[in-house]
């Protein structure tokens, strides 16, 4: 057995699930229950067209507090010629509202409207039960009155088969006569986790563990489809213990999710184990992050529906890696659910956006990739969230996802493409869209500006990429620390020179520590910029237009120190983080970089150089209603006393504007 | 105490009830309940910032099944000179996707791209375990390889405060070392419905009862919006039983939501009961419908919550009609709920709409009309539905929400105004806009296109109607049944009349039946239009410019009887289950209008006149794609087998082309 894939495309492999699905009529609502009429019907779809089986109102009932009358009786009273009623002889009764018309009226007069009189004539404030009512205006026949059928007519149609389930639906149905519905039954799926080194999500952890929340999002996603989940425990890689499991889960499940581990070897497996039980219908589909998804039909001997001709249920081989699991559910799982649910497939809203950075997509295969949107003046950007299939928080972080098609090879910055949003727009308006230099005081920002209804969205492409995002205006502002040598001081003359047309404000953020990170206790004894040069030493870099790395260079210049000289120059990350995680895992010995970050995950450090880390903000933006809040958390004191407490960070200068056009 | 009520304005009325609640100290986040991490914490609201507990991956993992080596030892490999590497010398070693790197390693290189080799040098099928391991290319350090924290970052932030979450936060969530979450603690609404005449849903009604269905509406309002509810049992009219019932209810629940029998004295008991247990806030707010609303504070004795420092709840008086009753929960209990959650308030997205009929408002008060939503050509349109606050079907039609301000006093046809979307975009652009003549058909078309991936949302405005809303681009067609005494034909000179310019496509639907709709057992004995003279006689009429009015009139002008002449002449209703509903409530004696109409309500027909009933289409939406399953439909048996079941209609003629441009 080959350990290669075979990817089919996406239309392809769908269509083959649809008619082995077909095959088994099983593509069809799965099944009908009767619920009760409560609100736990809310969300439901209804499995059969509902007719009312009474009216409602169902008898004339009176719109308002007053007197039922007989309209003509009252035709001729003018405010000079009043007509009085007698109670007594049953002219006119008082009715509350909904109460039932009296057989002999057909019109009701509203209490403010009548003067309602003793039996000697005068006013009195027994206003219900008075001797006589006297009115001094007519009324028409059938005024203030909800006849019969007013809402619904007994047999009309109230709502048709396949409606999910609202507030309104719910009492529309009650008021039609009915306690209780019939509903498109729930398909019961099973989620199988496999894989030996899978280990329950809390688990403390040893090297080459992972965590299995994979069955947890795909149990969410199933819930949220209107499906119920089984998440079945973790299965070790063994052939014999996951075709059991397979089987127990199929006798009484409608789908089977078997999620394998993420290697080749781990969705051989899979594919073997469909083959065993049933038959494999697909082996790899040209998706990507994604492609090593089974599609198959095993047997499913016992059953939950006895009703069935067939007894074969779909089940579908998950790729192990977080991003390619969740994306093979919402292509795959939700058509199918929505099918046995007798509803329509959930659709995103679409939206075209100009690409913020050039993607480079693989020529054979649909391309699913997570983007962030922003809307900076009129346009919709998207940028790119990182394409590694086991990045979960690129879905976290995502407002949508955006299809590059098998045919295309990629796209370059500035070109359209069509983004499914997850958001709304109202979101996507309320969101800062933040492009440059990462600081670890934009996670707080972000936290801060989340309770002030602002999104916080920032890309690290680096302060020079930064400023050039906004010359395309394609940011609202951008983080900056770009020393000019011949002045020392920051940005101004790289905005000057990367944005000149565009008026801005500048505003410093904070002062900043920058040094070298160590592991603790220094093991390599590195002290300063030269022992960068020593052949023992690895290095980590930034990556090219980041700050850091002009700071480095400026500093290694002066120095009289050679770039190539240095081990591990060429070694790029695009975070503070990122170099602190590169020392701390040991890929390298050491990286310029900001205490703060050092701190963050508890390494030494040896301080070089103070600089400032500035925001720089297009005047269009800064005057805004969309960064007012950010203005205001600079001249807070919660914010900060919060950034005061990270390492090495200089809270003095916040807020200090810096340069205003 | 005054009946009447004291209407301010809805934001003043909201500013009164948020004081309120910052005086006691409710308006922030509830509480904080931890929940375990599963698919249940779907929809739920972070309470607090999360920050990750580990990284992950925790580890530098092999990105790829292969072989781990030192990138720099792979330097210089050449497809014409490769590289070897033994295992047994640890200089290469077997990695699966997911395996920790070995601590020695910084690459690794896919197995794909390696010959596995044996002790003799020669290809080996053990590709796992070979003993020697032959490469062409060098690599790069680091390829292949998921570094510790490529996805997550050990301190960083993962989710802000008041995130609700979704399927790929709760694995994030996971991945960052947790099994448990702070969510926000769901707030507890009581919903207690009160009025003597009100019944239990299921019942078997006599005249006077009300089905009590608000409870229904507003549990899964509040259900949907994140809340618990509780639903109490019918409390009577009786001031000391609702008292004790609002007592009760507040001990154990954070907010009580008091709903009220329609009539303006039953919230006079409401306020009273309020008055009495805690601070009458607001009585009566300038919106309709729902303006009888009381805001309040009741003391909650025992509480719930033992870290308060006041004892006051909110209550909220609830007016009695279903539609009053729902859009007071959105308009008030919404934002309450978001605050008590930490999550913003839920929006709606908007659109400009144009304006289909005109709408008249009250002056002083915040008007919220239902409207039909539909896309005609490139025009969104509203179609105003029933206003009435009794019409819990105008909340299930509705696609949208429009706020006419107090300020205004109505808009003509025509106008724009901003419609608050219940529907999505793609809903409506799957809708089909029929404005004109009312048909029972029209009911089951509606169900048959639902099964076609189409809405059908029809307006009855009658014959006439129809024909100019498409003369104003306002419909994608038009039921039309207009007799031209001239021709004895149907509908062409009126279509050349009404819209001269527009290039049209009249199919025939059905053939119908008008004749008298009468009692069963036909009482007064009405055995022809002359019988509607007869001074015992009281007749309902259509509305002007239905088609079955026309028919009327040029019968009644034919016999030489005047309109004059007949008792109720002026009595209009607007559909023909409207006719057929005052024949079989007792609100007249007869009617003229459709067989099908007197079959649904148990009434005797007697037949007079046949006439056809067309489908008017212009040409563009008739080509187009949004109406196609339509005439699939009409081409279809099982539509034409549907219809035929009913009374007085003739299939033979559907889908007849009557005239194309």
Redesign the interface.
């Known amino acids: 057995m080959s350990?290669?894939l075979h990817d089919i495309p996406l239309s392809q492999a769908q269509a083959r699930l649809r008619e082995a699905l077909q095959d088994a009529e099983l593509w069809r609502m799965l099944g009908v229950e009767s619920i009760p009429?409560?609100?736990n019907?809310?969300g439901r779809v209804t499995a059969e067209?509902i007719w009312a089986l009474?009216?409602?109102?169902?008898?004339?009932a009176s719109?308002?507090?007053g007197f039922a009358v007989i309209a003509d009786k009252t035709n001729g009273a003018q405010p000079s010629s009043p007509i009085s009623f007698l109670l007594k002889e049953s002219s006119t009764q008082y009715v509350?509202?909904?109460?039932?018309l009296p057989?002999w009226a057909?019109a009701v007069i509203p209490?403010?409207n009548v003067e309602s009189l003793d039996e000697n004539g005068d006013i009195t404030s027994d206003i219900r039960q008075p001797s006589f009512i006297r009115i001094r205006a007519a009324v028409a026949?059938?005024s203030h009155v909800?006849?019969?059928?007013?809402?619904?007519?007994?047999?009309?149609?109230?709502?048709?088969?396949?409606?999910i389930l609202?507030?309104?639906?719910?009492?529309?149905i009650?008021?039609a006569?009915?306690?209780?519905i019939k509903a498109a039954r729930k398909p019961k799926v099973a989620i199988l986790p496999t894989g030996s080194?899978l280990v329950p999500?809390?688990s403390k952890?040893k090297?080459?563990?992972?965590?299995e929340?994979?069955s947890?999002?795909?149990?969410?996603?199933?819930?949220?489809m209107g499906a119920e989940?089984t998440?079945y425990p973790i299965t070790k890689d063994d052939f014999d213990s996951i075709c059991q499991r397979v089987q127990e889960a199929a006798q009484t499940h409608d789908l089977v999710l078997l999620n394998a581990?993420?290697?080749?070897?781990?969705e051989d497996f899979s594919a073997r184990v469909v083959e065993k039980l049933g038959q494999l219908l697909v082996h790899g589909v040209a998706v990507r992050p994604g492609h090593p998804v089974i599609l198959g039909m095993v047997k499913n001997e016992l059953g939950i529906r006895s009703d069935e001709t067939g007894n074969l249920i779909p089940i579908i081989g998950v790729p192990?890696y977080?991003v390619s699991a969740?994306l093979t559910v919402d292509i795959f799982v939700e058509s199918i659910l929505a099918k046995w649910l007798g509803r329509?497939p959930n659709?995103l809203?679409t939206e075209m956006a100009t690409l913020t950075r050039k993607i480079v997509s693989p020529a054979g295969d649909d391309d699913y990739v997570r983007v962030a949107v922003g809307k900076v003046g009129d346009k919709l950007l998207a940028a790119p969230l990182?394409r590694?299939a086991?990045?979960?928080?690129s879905?976290?972080q995502?407002d949508g996802l955006a299809l590059i098609p098998s045919g295309v090879q990629g796209l370059d910055a500035g070109e359209q493409l069509k983004v499914h949003l997850?958001r709304?727009?109202?979101e996507i308006e309320r969101t800062i869209f933040c492009i440059g230099s990462h600081d670890l005081t934009l996670?707080?920002l972000?936290?801060f500006l989340?309770?002030h209804?602002r999104r916080f969205a920032s890309a690290n492409v680096g302060s020079q990429g930064g400023l050039i995002a906004l010359r395309r205006a394609e940011a609202h502002l951008a983080g900056s620390h770009l020393l000019d040598p011949a002045t020392g001081g920051y940005n101004i003359s790289y905005i000057r020179q990367y944005m000149p047309n565009i008026p801005v404000k500048v505003v410093a953020l904070v002062g900043r520590e920058q040094g070298l990170l160590v592991k603790k206790g220094n093991p390599k004894g590195v002290k300063n910029l030269g022992d960068l040069s020593k052949p023992h030493v690895q290095f980590v870099n930034r990556q090219r237009g980041a700050g850091t790395r002009v700071l480095l260079d400026y500093h290694l210049s002066t120095l009289g120190l050679s770039a190539d000289s240095i081990i591990g120059y060429t070694?790029e990350e695009y975070t503070h983080?990122?170099v602190?995680?590169?020392v701390?895992?040991?890929?390298a010995d050491c990286g310029l970089g900001i205490a703060a970050a050092a701190q963050?995950?508890d390494l030494d450090f040896i301080p070089l150089f103070q600089e400032r880390y500035d925001l720089v903000i297009p005047k269009e933006y800064a005057e805004g209603d969309l960064l007012a809040p950010l203005f205001g958390l600079l001249a807070e004191s919660e914010f900060r006393d919060a950034v005061s407490h990270l390492k090495g960070y200089d809270v003095s200068v916040m807020g200090t504007i810096i340069l205003e056009d």
Do not use: C, F
């Open positions: 350990i290669y009429l409560n609100e019907a809310l067209p009474v009216s409602s109102p169902h008898y004339h719109a308002m507090d509350d509202t909904g109460d039932p057989d057909n209490i403010e026949p059938w909800r006849p019969l059928g007013e809402d619904i007519v007994a047999t009309q149609l109230v709502l048709p088969k396949g409606r609202r507030p309104a639906d719910l009492g529309a009650a008021a006569g009915y306690q209780e080194e999500i809390g952890l090297s080459g563990d992972i965590l929340y994979n947890l999002v795909m149990a969410a996603q199933v819930k949220a989940p998440r581990g993420s290697s080749a070897g781990a192990g977080p969740a329509r659709e809203p990182s590694g086991g990045v979960i928080t879905l976290v995502a997850y709304s727009k109202a996670d707080l972000a936290q989340a309770e209804d070694q983080l990122g602190a995680t590169a701390a895992s040991g890929r963050a995950l």
